[in-house]
């Protein structure tokens, strides 16, 4: 088992991996992968992500995943990104998984989001 202090900082090699490597990218990412670059075991990984951040891997996934495709899509002010193209750019294999999570968190479409003014 993990003390706090290691839980903290193995809390911060992943916000690393995930934020400064992208990570989240990988269209084949996985907790293993995960665990593998930044040399954890999946184990301790998985219990710091559900501890820590009260998301299992792949709700972690999907929520750095809709944060990069929303500021994608601010930064592509003419809307030249396809919804398919933003999917892939962000890791996902499936335009309708895309979809599905980023209404999840944003409780909108890609297309909607791109629409609204924010």
Do not use: C, W
Request: hydrophobic fraction near 30%.
């Amino acid at each position: 088992s993990l003390s706090d202090a290691n839980k903290e900082k193995l809390l911060k090699k992943i916000i690393k991996e995930m934020e400064v490597n992208n990570y989240f990218t990988n269209n084949l990412a996985s907790l293993s992968g995960l665990a593998r670059q930044i040399n954890e075991s999946p184990h301790h990984v998985s219990q710091v992500i559900n501890e820590k951040m009260n998301k299992n891997f792949f709700e972690m996934l999907a929520f750095y995943r809709v944060e990069h495709a929303k500021k994608l899509i601010r930064q592509d002010k003419q809307g030249k990104i396809t919804i398919e193209e933003l999917a892939e750019l962000v890791g996902y294999n499936s335009k309708s998984s895309f979809n599905s999570a980023f209404r999840k968190y944003t409780s909108k479409t890609p297309s909607e989001y791109r629409k609204s003014p924010d």
